[in-house]
């Protein structure tokens, strides 16, 4: 039996990350997917800040090739000890 996904690749794909807002946070989540999907334009990164300031959601869009890839790529964001949640 074969694994299928709903989604159909390649397709851009937003992946979310949540962390304390700091300079290293925000470069340690570009790095976490660059090491998956190669360099990201910088109009592929939002970032929000939360209401006080101390926490930041950054949202990277990428063209996603696999689901492979996607489990992968969360893997590592959900394992680094300064994400505090992916979605």
């Known amino acids: 039996m074969s694994e299928e996904s709903a989604i159909e690749f390649p397709c851009a ?3 979310k990350m949540m962390g ?3 300079p290293e946070f925000r470069t ?3 790095t976490l997917i660059e090491n998956h999907v190669g360099p ?3 109009e ?3 970032f929000n800040q939360s209401g006080k300031g101390n926490f930041v959601s950054v949202t990277v ?7 492979q890839q ?3 790529v969360y893997r590592d964001v959900s394992a680094h000890d ?3 949640m992916a979605l």
């Open 20 to 22: 304390r807002d700091t």
């Open 70 to 72: 996607l489990d992968d």
């Open 44 to 46: 592929a990164i939002r």
């Open 61 to 67: 869009t990428v063209t996603a090739t696999s689901q």
């Open 82 to 84: 300064d994400v505090l």
């Open 13 to 15: 794909f937003p992946i």
């Open 28 to 30: 340690t989540a570009r």
């Open 40 to 42: 990201i334009a910088d």
